[in-house]
């Protein structure tokens, strides 16, 4: 589909043929080498920055995304203050974890996915069909991922339907699961899960809920040496989000700043963080 200098001007004819509202399944069709999963595959196994921890959790109004800001590369840190969390939309976010690049690619092709299709359609997806369209894309990245390329994302929104917070998992062949409560993926998972695991209450405020999701990081960043803490010499904080039925709000760097250093200060009184309760 490349330009034609002796063109008249019309659009090829791919842009008039009626079908999908998927953009992905647009470009399988007619430009399948400017997928991610269309790509020649890399022979053996390559070394590429990878992105790490991403947590969430729900809230009775609606449902919190982070990220740490760490990419490795080996035992190696490749950036201290790469960004995980994007918006996909206005109701919905996704955080990445795995081939940063990849996962950063992956993610701009997803958010241009649901424009077209609410251009196309006249409507937004519910935020089951975007779960079900960023599993597809997943798949789609199965020889890469077998490549040691892979990308693991979690998907976030507020349920217009459903009116709440809802969390999505995947695997790196696409299979999708629905998180209640809390979830986490990337290298500090395991940390960060057992983290919200004894703090994690169904009934915590907006407040709570972005104070938990910056503890489990922290907990994370504490045995993953993947995964970046608070970084108050550079003033690198943790990015957290949250989703409303007001929409996707990033916290300011000010509001992350003064979470983060509220969660450590405690910590050089509790190194090991706040206590649950035993029964």
């Known amino acids: 589909m490349e330009a034609n200098p002796r063109s008249t001007g019309r659009l090829p004819a791919a842009f008039l043929t009626p079908g999908s509202s998927s953009f992905i399944d647009f470009l399988a069709d007619h430009s399948p080498d400017r997928l991610p999963g269309g790509r020649k595959l890399p022979e053996g196994v390559v070394e590429a920055p990878h992105g790490t921890t991403i947590v969430a959790a729900t809230f009775p109004g609606g449902v919190v995304l982070a990220g740490d800001r760490r990419a490795t590369m080996g035992n190696m840190i490749a950036q201290r203050d790469i960004e995980k969390v994007f918006p996909a939309d206005e109701y919905s976010a996704v955080g990445i974890a795995g081939t940063a690049g990849l996962a950063v690619e992956m993610v701009k092709l997803f958010q241009l996915e649901l424009e077209h299709f609410e251009k196309v359609e006249g409507v937004t997806l519910s935020l089951e069909g975007k779960a079900n369209r960023l599993s597809t894309m997943i798949r789609g990245n199965l020889g890469m991922a077998m490549q040691g390329l892979a990308v693991v994302p979690l998907f976030a929104g507020w349920d217009e339907g459903k009116e709440k917070g809802r969390i999505f998992s995947y695997d790196v062949t696409g299979g999708r699961s629905e998180e209640h409560g809390f979830a986490a993926t990337g290298s500090g998972s395991i940390f960060a899960r057992g983290a919200m695991k004894k703090?994690?209450?169904?009934?915590?405020?907006?407040?709570?809920?972005?104070?938990?999701?910056?503890?489990?990081?922290?907990?994370?960043?504490?045995?993953?040496?993947?995964t970046g803490g608070p970084d108050m010499a550079r003033r690198i904080f943790p990015i957290v989000t949250v989703i409303t039925d007001e929409g996707y709000r990033r916290l300011t760097e000010e509001e992350s700043s003064a979470l983060a250093r509220s969660v450590t200060e405690r910590r050089l009184e509790q190194p090991d963080g706040p206590r649950a309760a035993l029964l």
């Open 199 to 226: 703090l994690y209450r169904p009934d915590l405020t907006e407040q709570q809920a972005t104070t938990l999701v910056v503890q489990a990081l922290y907990d994370a960043a504490d045995d993953d040496s993947a």
